[in-house]
């Protein structure tokens, strides 16, 4: 059985949860989500423990898979509206920098066209100075693909590290043609 899924989500007070056929909705503090369950999977609220239940009809391999997933889906949209989810980018590079007009992203990172993404609703985006941008939100998913877009306009470089990156993320200088070896 699914050691994951086994795990009863405990939901924290101040967090609304409805049960609805394959619906469930959660809304806290921070926001609202609602998440759509496979319909092998089932889902109930106990109200006394106050803790959401996953159960999975059988043992085959789908079942398993999804009842695992299930309970992780639950567990993150709880953290979600509760505490929210928040990934920090930062820009390295000479003249590389970041600004925020409206609810769009304009990134100028060394192309020779300013990029511009759109910021999703449910996304928010706050800038510190011209290269630090805090992305956060209550979905996970959300929060962590709008991060990774801005990460792929212009991912670190392993040889002067220029590029945007994830706060904490360490990248491998590689040595130049200078410092290869002599060959002869």
Excluded: W
Aim: aromatic content about 4%.
């Amino acid at each position: 059985m699914s050691r994951i899924g086994k795990k009863p989500v405990p939901v924290t007070a101040g967090v609304k949860v409805a049960v609805q056929d394959r619906l469930v909705r959660l809304e806290g503090p921070k926001g609202k989500l609602e998440l759509n369950v496979h319909p092998t999977i089932d889902v109930k609220y106990d109200d006394a423990k106050k803790e959401l239940v996953v159960a999975r009809p059988n043992d085959e391999r789908q079942s398993k898979a999804l009842h695992g997933l299930t309970r992780s889906l639950l567990n993150n949209m709880v953290v979600g509206v509760t505490l929210g989810y928040k990934k920090t980018l930062e820009i390295q590079g000479v003249g590389y920098k970041a600004e925020l007009r409206g609810k769009s992203l304009v990134l100028s990172v060394g192309y020779a066209n300013q990029i511009t993404l759109q910021v999703p609703t449910g996304v928010t985006v706050a800038m510190e100075g011209a290269t630090k941008m805090h992305v956060s939100g209550v979905d996970k998913q959300l929060v962590g693909q709008f991060a990774a877009e801005v990460r792929s306009v212009r991912k670190p470089e392993p040889y002067k590290g220029k590029g945007i990156r994830y706060e904490g993320e360490t990248v491998k200088i590689k040595p130049g043609k200078a410092f290869a070896g002599t060959g002869k």
